[in-house]
């Protein structure tokens, strides 16, 4: 009967103390959402006629024109917003997503970051690019942040030239 009550006290204990490590991995969670809650990305166009800022989510917070954003047609306006949005929602992606590995990614074995990157590489069709913590401040980010394949207009899911919202597939 004594070793019996001895292996369920030996359970017990490792039970405990496997509750006291998920406790204290989760200890950071309001920490975490904190840190995420204050995320933001601004990315200027390369000429300086946009800026976007992005916050937690990808959520665009502000779209800034300059003066000079008013000479360009409006293809040349649109293209040129929709690059740097991007890019600002993809900086304020993966740094949410360092944020998260930072929290738990030891401690789950899971590297958010890079997949967050492959998977907007695959989205983007372009190869994945380094951490945030490696790359150049956000205005130089946005010299190099138009997408290798730009999708045709008839691909591209905002083309309503002829009216319609609906997809043709």
Known sequence: MSAQLDELIAQFENFQAKVRQAEASF????????????????????DGAVTVVAGAGGTVTDIRLAAGAT??????????????????????????????????????????????????????????????????APQQTAQRATPRRRPGPRDDDDYFEDNSILRRD
């Not at 969670?29 to 390369?46: F, L």
């Not at 944020?99 to 967050?116: K, P, R, Y």
Request: proline share 3%; charged share 20%.
């Open 27 to 46: 200890a950071g969670v309001g920490d975490m959402q904190e840190r995420i809650s204050q995320v933001e990305n601004a990315v200027t166009s390369p």
């Open 71 to 136: 000479r360009l047609d409006s293809a040349q306006l649109s293209a040129l917003i929709m690059n740097t949005l991007r890019q600002a929602v993809a900086g304020a992606v993966q740094q949410q997503a360092g944020i998260v590995d930072d929290a738990f990614g030891d401690a789950f074995g899971v590297n958010t970051s890079e997949q967050v990157r492959q998977a907007q590489a695959e989205a983007w069709g372009t190869e994945a690019e380094e951490p945030a913590s490696e790359q150049p």
